[in-house]
Antibody, heavy 121, light 108 residues
Framework: QVQLVQSGAEVKKPGASVKVSCKAS????????VSWVRQAPGQGLEWMGW????????KYAQKFQGRVTMTTDTSTSTAYMELRSLRSDDTAVYYC??????????????WGQGTLVTVSS | SYVLTQPPSVSVAPGQTARISCGGN??????VHWYRQKSGQAPVLVIY???DRPSGIPERISGSSSGQTATLTISRVEAGDEADYYC???????????FGGGTKLTVL
């Protein structure tokens, strides 16, 4: 069965960086993409960006351009999301989700369990 | 940027039908997906491509789309349907994913 298992909760200080991992299993990793979605406390879902596991192409939401980097390691079927220059309003649960392989579609059939990132001085 | 509009809340008695709307410009030309998110859990896909159900989703959950509005319909509502529901599209003009603001379904 398809599974996406994310790394554990993180506590960071303002200005620091965080890197969240998402290990996939149960499907051919390179045949799909991975999107990252975050959810601030009590708020809705916010898309951060997408990466193709096939060729590493990325598309980032404008809000995060210059502050986020998404990568994949096909040898371990793992996707990574790094967010830099953290602020208190980056406190959220970060989800990875299996997405389409191409940039021209989007469908999140499977989700990771979420990683809580807390930014606090 | 493209905007999807959902009502913040919908309330329905057990056994009745809940309808959750999602509005957007030219929405009929896009594929709309719906997710259910129970408290403290990750979202779960319940409807994709406007009307299709993933395996394991009961038939009493259905979707439709016409013109500017997509609708998620939950028939014979149960206490276990209480959750937040989000609609989702891909906006080709911006190459961005867009989520609706979410609707909290309360079972009275």
């Amino acid at each position: 069965q398809v599974q996406l298992v994310q790394s554990g909760a993180e506590v960071k200080k303002p200005g620091a960086s965080v890197k969240v991992s998402c290990k996939a299993s149960g499907y051919t990793f390179a045949n799909y993409g991975v999107s990252w979605v975050r959810q601030a406390p009590g708020q809705g879902l916010e898309w951060m960006g997408w990466i193709s596991a096939y060729n590493g192409h990325t598309k980032y939401a404008q809000k995060f351009q210059g502050r986020v980097t998404m990568t994949t390691d096909t040898s371990t079927s793992t996707a990574y999301m790094e967010l830099r220059s953290l602020r208190s309003d980056d406190t959220a649960v970060y989800y990875c989700a299996r997405d389409c392989s191409s940039i021209s579609c989007s469908l999140f059939e499977y989700w990771g369990q979420g990683t809580l990132v807390t930014v606090s001085s | 940027s493209y905007v999807l509009t959902q009502p913040p809340s919908v309330s329905v008695a057990p056994g009745q039908t809940a309808r959750i709307s999602c509005g957007g410009n030219n929405l009929g030309g896009k594929s709309v997906h719906w997710y259910r998110q129970k408290s403290g859990q990750a979202p779960v896909l319940v409807i994709y491509d406007d009307i299709d159900r993933p395996s394991g989703i009961p038939e009493r959950i259905s979707g439709s789309s016409s013109g500017q509005t997509a609708t998620l319909t939950i028939s014979r509502v149960e206490a276990g349907d209480e959750a937040d529901y989000y609609c989702h599209v891909w906006d080709s003009s911006s190459d961005h994913v867009v989520f609706g603001g979410g609707t909290k379904l309360t079972v009275l």
